[in-house]
């Protein structure tokens, strides 16, 4: 009795726990992506994500004011101040302190260092320093001075502003966005257009050899990207078309038409065949058939494959590598920009996070305003 249809299975705890599992595994690097996109490289290099709305112990390198804000005191040059206040920062309590890269934690709040530049200094435990010298300080710059200080919890959209709005930042991200848009776009509408009529035409139209056309189309599913790649490069360069957008769109709508034929044609032809045949005796052609009852019809099954088609275009790096080589950069788009950053910016991970969750950001907005189509296009024609 236990196969009954309706009858609530035993295993539906272990279902849930599985979805919980899947939905947090694919969130948490989501949600670490989003948070140290707003963080700090000081941050970022101390503590973890998950740790960023609680104060972080943090070796900071900091420097005192320059030499030409010395003043004569007696016989001695000094200089005051307060080693956050001169690099922007909040004040923080100070733990430990030094002078060398070796030795960060050298000293304690309050002592007196000699200095190799001349000089002795006093750092208190709130930042504040005096530098004094018996002897007239010089140097275009302050003495470095390397604290460990407990931090307060920072968020700051610089690096939002770095990627996006500064144009004279190698690593702006705003060109490749709307490079990325300018391949995108395009290469999802193209195929859902021309898959829409092929997928009526194999579902709904008789003419000879529709098995085997559909055939071939189930076998171009299993067909590898890659196989085809240097082929259709090849094609391209003969035929004039060279290395750009239209080479990539047409790239991206030959690769996903198979997929799109498919589902589409599935869809359609569980579609109510009295509709079909009710239009057909009142006259209308099959142009309007298409346009006025199946394409309605069948949004959930056109948004479905858009989903994928988007998400693969948008994710794809491949075909942009091959199909939009540009040395100047004016066809980059943020995939390989970022994978060009990795080698220029490698160290700072506050501004590949950035770029990370910028290119992560259009799929899940798409992914989530047309999710409630998904499962509908994906079980079309499974029932009939």
């Not at 144009?167 to 193209?190: H, R, Y």
């Not at 198979?258 to 045949?277: C, F, K, Q, T, W």
């Not at 290119?359 to 079980?379: C, D, E, N, T």
């Amino acid at each position: 009795m236990d196969n009954i249809a309706g009858q609530k299975s035993s295993l539906t705890w272990a279902v849930h726990i599985s979805v919980v599992v899947l939905v947090a595994l694919w969130l948490f690097p989501t949600v670490g992506l989003f948070v140290s996109s707003f963080r700090t490289a000081d941050q970022i290099a101390s503590s973890g994500w998950w740790k960023s709305m609680f104060p972080t112990v943090q070796n900071l390198t900091l420097r005192t004011a320059e030499p030409d804000k010395q003043v004569q005191d007696g016989a001695l040059y000094v200089i005051e101040g307060n080693l956050f206040a001169e690099d922007g920062r909040e004040p923080a309590p100070i733990t430990a302190w030094g002078t060398s890269s070796r030795d960060v934690s050298a000293h304690a709040p309050g002592d007196a260092v000699d200095l190799r530049s001349g000089g002795a200094i006093t750092v208190a435990d709130n930042g504040d320093y005096r530098l004094v010298s018996d002897q007239e300080l010089t140097g275009r710059r302050g003495a470095r001075i390397f604290v460990t200080a407990t931090v307060a919890p920072e968020f700051t959209l610089a690096n939002y502003d770095q990627m996006l709005l500064d144009e004279s930042n190698s690593a702006g991200m705003a060109k490749a966005f709307f490079n990325t848009l300018t391949v995108t776009i395009p290469a999802t509408i193209i195929p859902i257009v021309v898959a829409a009529f092929a997928a009526y035409a194999l579902a709904w139209m008789d003419f000879p050899g529709r098995a085997l056309l559909i055939a071939f189309v189930v076998a171009l599913l299993v067909v590898p990207l890659q196989l085809a790649l240097i082929p259709l490069l090849k094609l391209h360069l003969n035929i004039g078309i060279g290395k750009g957008y239209l080479g990539a769109w047409l790239a991206h709508t030959g690769f996903g038409l198979p997929l799109a034929v498919y589902l589409l044609r599935n869809y359609m032809s569980g579609l109510p065949r009295d509709i079909i045949e009710n239009a057909r005796v009142d006259g209308a052609t099959e142009f309007q058939i298409f346009t006025k009852i199946i394409l309605p019809l069948s949004f959930p099954a056109l948004a479905s494959f858009a989903i994928f088609q988007f998400l693969w275009t948008w994710n794809d790096l491949l075909v942009a590598k091959v199909f939009l080589i540009d040395a100047t950069g004016q066809t980059t788009v943020m995939t390989n920009q970022i994978v060009e950053m990795l080698g220029t910016f490698g160290g700072n991970w506050e501004i590949l996070a950035t770029a990370a969750f910028v290119s992560i950001a259009v799929p899940l907005i798409v992914f989530f305003a047309m999710q409630r189509y998904l499962v509908r296009g994906l079980l079309a024609g499974s029932v009939k």
